[in-house]
Structures are given as C-alpha cells and as structure tokens.
C-alpha cells in the first residue's frame, strides 16, 4: 500500500496497528518517522517502548517484561539511516518469535542496496517468510517520492480502512508512481547495479580509512566519516561544498555528542573519477583541519 511518504507511512502504520493496551518496541537509534509514530500511536493510549540500538539481548529483557498476552509490535530500522549498519535481524526474529511480538521493518535504506537483486535486508538475512511488514521510500534509491508498506493482504486491507494518513491525506502522484515503476525496472534489468553500489561504497570505506579518518565499517551505501566536534563539523562540510562535493552533515542530537560526520553515500552510477574525487578533496581538507596527517 502506498502513502504520499515514507514518514507518513510510518506514521500511518505504526499509530494504526499499535493501539490501547498494544505494545510498539523500537531501536532507540530509530529514524524519527518510526519515533513519531510510536508518540502517536502513545496518543493513542498504546505503549511505547525502547531497547538499546541493534541489542537484542536488551530487546529480550524489555519482551521479557511486557504482559504476555498483549499484542506486541517491534519496529527497526533495516540499515540504520545514520551509521549504515544493518539490523541483527536472525536474532531479532529469534526474540520475537519466542515472545509472541510481530516485525516491521523501515527498509528506506536497504532496498536497492542490500538482498538479492537489491531487495533489501530481510531478503538479505533470508526471512521473507519470517518478517511481517516492510515498510520503505520512494525517496533513496528510486528518486522519486512516496512510501509504501507491504504485508499479509488482511493487515494492508485493516491499514486501508483505518489508517488517517492514507485516508485523509493525497495520493502519491502519477508521475512519482511511474518514476518508482520505472527505476523498478531499471533495477530488475540490471541487478549489475547493486553490486556497483556496494563496490563503490567499499572502494570509500577503504580509502577513507586509507587516508587515516575514522569510519564506521558497513556493508551498504552509507559511508559515516566522523569529524567529532560540531565546529569543525561545518568548516569540513563547507570546504567540501567550496570544493564541489555535496555531503550531508550529522550533528547532534542526530548524532551523540562529539560524533558529527560527514555522512556520505553512493550511488551505483558513481565513477571512478567521482570517487578519486572525493577521496582527494576529503584528504585536502582533512589536512588543513587537522583530522589526518
Ligand atoms: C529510515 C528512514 N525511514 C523513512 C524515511 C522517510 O522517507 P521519506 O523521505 O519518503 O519521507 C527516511 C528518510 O528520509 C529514512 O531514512
């Protein structure tokens, strides 16, 4: 099912779902969109919990807690939109089943990037069959906008009918549907992409930490260059874009304290050029910075 958003999807579904005396349980290092619809979902007199990031022996202790016949609903991020990390997701489902508690995963950053034919994390673990609603952007990998979320028909058909975000809210466009259709296509024609992706990523993370910055390794798109200071942060973030190098800056509280980045990523149409780029002008500023030798 579609939503004009891959927030207001998280939003429509989680706040739908997750109602009095259900349960939400999300990563605390979550997307905002999964936060928010956990608050409105506690709006709406559900409860609403958290674990610590990715530690699923946490995620058992919190379970461990909760009313045993209440409905239970864990949400994850699928790569961790900030540091690129995929979710333990063998041993989250492990955890769940034992607890009775459903899976949705916000996928925003692994389709198109990790799984066979880039069809996201939990094709990439194995657990189509396990996991019971994806949710994802239109907005990363297929340049367009809109989100979407799929399950079991008789839970997309109880979010068709109660959801307020789809019901009160406009429809993706046409021309946004058909931009998604067609970079679909593209993707399934040339699944050679997605291994460019990851091959660009990794030539980053390698030159990088070649060049003497400190990366947080991964496997996906996401390559986080920690700068540290804030200061610093947007002098580096500056003389990148002076340089003509376009990045996002993390700063916190997006980040903790002293962890702001560079949170670069990839693309599969990246050249070599591009890269070699990139890695010169990181290395230039560094230097001037004083963030490598
Ligand atoms: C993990 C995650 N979920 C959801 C979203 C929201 O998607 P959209 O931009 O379509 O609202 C984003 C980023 O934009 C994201 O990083």
Redesign the pocket.
């Known amino acids: 099912m579609l939503f004009s958003?891959?927030?207001?999807?998280?939003l429509g579904t989680i706040s739908t779902l997750v109602t009095k005396g259900e349960y939400v349980i999300s990563d605390k290092e979550?997307?905002?969109?999964?936060v928010n619809g956990c608050v409105l979902a506690k709006g709406g007199f559900a409860e609403f919990v958290r674990f610590k990031h990715n530690d699923m022996d946490d995620l058992d202790k919190v379970l461990s807690g909760l009313p045993t016949k209440a409905a239970k609903l864990i949400v994850s991020?699928g790569?961790?939109?900030v540091t690129g990390e995929l979710v333990n997701l063998p041993k989250m489902n492990e955890v769940a089943k034992k607890y009775g508690a459903r899976i949705l995963i916000?996928?925003?950053?692994g389709i198109g990037v990790v799984g066979n034919g880039g069809r996201g994390t939990v094709s990439n673990f194995d657990l189509e069959s396990e996991v019971d609603l994806v949710?994802?952007?239109?907005?990363?990998t297929f340049a367009s906008?809109?989100?979407f979320v799929a399950g079991k028909e008789r839970v997309i058909n109880y979010l068709k009918h109660l959801s307020p975000a789809i019901i009160f809210s406009a429809s993706p466009t046409p021309a946004s549907c058909a931009a998604t259709l067609k970079a679909l296509d593209i993707l399934e024609e040339h699944p050679e992409l997605v291994n460019n992706l990851i091959k660009n990523a990794d030539k980053m993370r390698k030159g990088f930490a070649e060049l003497g910055f400190k990366i947080i390794p991964n496997k996906t798109a996401i390559v986080p260059v920690i700068v540290g200071d804030v200061d610093k942060a947007f002098v580096f973030w500056r003389k990148l874009f002076d340089n003509g190098i376009f990045v996002n800056t993390f700063i916190p509280p997006g980040v903790p304290p002293n962890m702001s980045m560079m949170r670069t990523s990839y693309m599969a149409t990246h050249e070599d050029s591009h890269l070699n780029k990139i890695l010169e002008v990181f290395s230039k500023v560094g230097k001037e910075l004083g963030l490598i030798s």
Request: with cysteine; proline share 0%.
């Open positions: 958003t891959g927030y207001q999807t998280s979550n997307h905002a969109c999964i991020d790569v961790f939109s916000d996928d925003a950053h949710m994802g952007t239109f907005s990363k906008l809109g989100g």
